[in-house]
């Protein structure tokens, strides 16, 4: 069973860089068949994807939070991990870590969601 969970701190002061990690346990992130993931979903807003890391530590990411965004791994410790430069309030939101099945186009394991806050 594939569980994905996250960790980082919960409140993030303006200005500074949100860093989450999302450890994974029975899987591994250096499959070809999926990429890792990093969604958010603001207060009362749908979810928004951030972006992906691919097996081959390929990175894509959403074009409005591109310039602020990093996702990186560590293969090691089957990791993954998101930093968001330049915080604002409007990156307060629940984030999540998934994984999707490329072939499929749909997520099929979550991570259960971390609250940021980003706050002075």
């Known amino acids: 069973q594939v569980q994905l969970q996250e960790s980082g701190p919960g409140l993030v002061k303006p200005s500074q860089t949100l860093s989450l990690t999302c450890t994974v346990s029975?899987?591994?992130?250096?499959?070809?068949?999926?990429?890792w993931s990093w969604i958010r979903q603001p207060p009362g807003k749908g979810l928004e994807w951030i972006g992906n890391i691919a097996y081959s530590g390929t990175t894509y990411y959403d074009p409005s939070l591109k310039s602020r965004t990093s996702i990186s791994r560590d293969t090691s410790k089957n990791q993954f991990t998101l930093q968001l430069s330049s915080v604002t309030p409007e990156d307060t939101a629940v984030y999540y870590c998934?994984?999707?099945?490329?072939?499929?186009?749909?997520?099929?394991?979550w991570g259960q969601g971390t609250q940021v806050t980003v706050s002075s």
């Open positions: 998934a994984r999707m099945w490329i072939a499929h186009g749909s997520y099929d394991y």
């Open positions: 029975g899987g591994s992130i250096t499959t070809s068949t999926y990429y």
